[in-house]
């Protein structure tokens, strides 16, 4: 059977249905659904934590997630938890994974082992859709400009009264010492593209300007670019497959669903340093 390649949006977004990943016919399809829409969900992947590993290193190098509980069976995949208890989700701010780190990862590969029975979706805004949407002077000016992210707040001391930390779903905070600078418009590796490349989550300042402007700009950005035209929304089924590409993407986990367990498996792939 040949994999269906479903968009979800006019703009971000695609569903696969008919696909395995552990199939090599299907990879040329998935690559290319990949770089086309950003972000894909595969639908009804019945495969073990060695097959998401195998899928995730035909893209790159595994990253393994500092912070994040790693599976005890297979450590370079994290756990992506919420006990019915928990009041917080991971990832529940506008975010864009690593990008603390001088070489970002390229994308992130999230499988659906057990959903609530509603809730729980993802949301991502395309970066790419942001960039396009601003004038020409905006992008001359954000053009010139590097903005400083960090994972010490995000993930740091700071954070060790914080539910996650306490309920043993986040650690490590003694490793939490990343500070990385990177362009405000980057050119996509892959793609060739303009995207942006700041989050409310780990961006903390832009470089060489002054505080004041720094603030009011990211706030200008951070609200432009969750503009829901910029948007899809993975509506998640067991077994699903969703990969999304994080330098052309913000995520958010929707924490929507109190009193019920999600549980996924993510495995972050290696990127490279982000250029003008
Ligand atoms: C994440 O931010 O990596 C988690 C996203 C999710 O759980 O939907």
């Avoid at 490590?172 to 989550?201: C, E, F, M, W």
């Amino acid at each position: 059977m040949v994999p269906t390649v479903i968009p979800m949006t006019g703009t971000v977004g695609a569903e696969i249905h008919g696909a395995d990943v552990r199939n090599d016919d299907h990879w040329p399809t998935i690559r290319q659904a990949f770089i086309d829409h950003s972000v894909i969900t595969i639908r009804a992947q019945t495969i073990t934590p060695d097959d998401h590993i195998a899928f995730a290193q035909r893209w790159g190098d595994i990253n393994v997630n500092r912070f994040f509980t790693p599976l005890e069976s297979h450590p370079n995949i994290a756990v992506v938890l919420k006990n019915p208890d928990d009041t917080t989700a991971i990832g529940e701010m506008w975010h864009t994974d690593h990008s603390y780190d001088t070489a970002p990862a390229m994308c992130s590969i999230l499988h659906a082992i057990d959903l609530p029975p509603y809730g729980g979706d993802t949301c991502f805004a395309s970066q790419y859709a942001a960039y396009d949407a601003l004038s020409d002077p905006m992008k001359t000016f954000l053009g010139g400009l590097s903005a400083w992210h960090s994972s010490r707040h995000a993930f740091g001391a700071a954070t060790l009264d914080h539910e996650q930390a306490k309920g043993g779903r986040l650690h490590n905070q003694d490793k939490a010492t990343q500070d990385a600078l990177h362009p405000v418009v980057i050119t996509h590796p892959l793609s060739g593209r303009k995207a942006l490349y700041v989050n409310p989550d780990f961006t903390t300042h832009i470089e060489g300007l002054a505080e004041p402007e720094s603030k009011a700009l990211l706030a200008f950005l951070f609200e432009h670019c969750q503009n829901p035209d910029y948007q899809c929304r993975v509506r998640w089924q067991e077994g699903d497959i969703t990969m999304w590409d994080n330098r052309a993407l913000w995520h958010k986990a929707i924490n929507d669903y109190a009193g019920h367990r999600r549980y996924m498996h993510r495995i972050t792939v290696e990127g490279c340093a982000l250029t003008k």
